[in-house]
């Protein structure tokens, strides 16, 4: 079983910049894909970025490449997401998700096995 406790997140300015961060419990997390998405209300959950599990390969939805960067550190156990650049249409609940099944992530929610808490991103105009 592996457990996902995020932090990071909150209010900003359009713009502005946040680091999402979150921590993976388990020895294996280093063989894990893991990935970000985001869900507004009432809409389906929104691939952000994933990266693969020795961090070589990463990938973007259009919406965030080149604002945001997708990383991790397996020696921490952790995986960050920074957003620069911020726009009111990124806010969102933000989530992070591991996949024990596959070295390099997959864009669809559905191939993840273990979710985060979730954390709320606020940008204003």
């Known amino acids: 079983q592996v457990q996902l406790v995020q932090s990071g997140g909150g209010l900003v300015q359009a713009g502005g910049s946040l680091r999402l961060s979150c921590a993976a419990s388990?020895?294996?997390?280093?063989?894990?894909?893991m990935g970000w998405f985001r869900q507004a209300p009432g809409k389906e959950r929104e691939f952000v970025a994933t990266i693969s599990y020795n961090g070589r390969f990463t990938d973007y939805s259009d919406s965030v490449k080149g604002r945001f960067t997708i990383s991790r550190d397996n020696a921490k156990n952790t995986v960050y997401l920074q957003m620069n650049s911020l726009k009111p249409e990124d806010t969102d609940v933000y989530y992070c998700?591991?996949?024990?099944?596959?070295?390099?992530?997959?864009?669809?929610?559905?191939?993840?096995?273990?979710w985060g808490q979730g954390t709320q991103v606020t940008v204003s105009s």
């Open positions: 998700a591991a996949d024990s099944r596959r070295h390099t992530g997959t864009k669809i929610p559905g191939g993840y096995d273990y």
């Open positions: 388990g020895r294996t997390f280093s063989s894990y894909a």
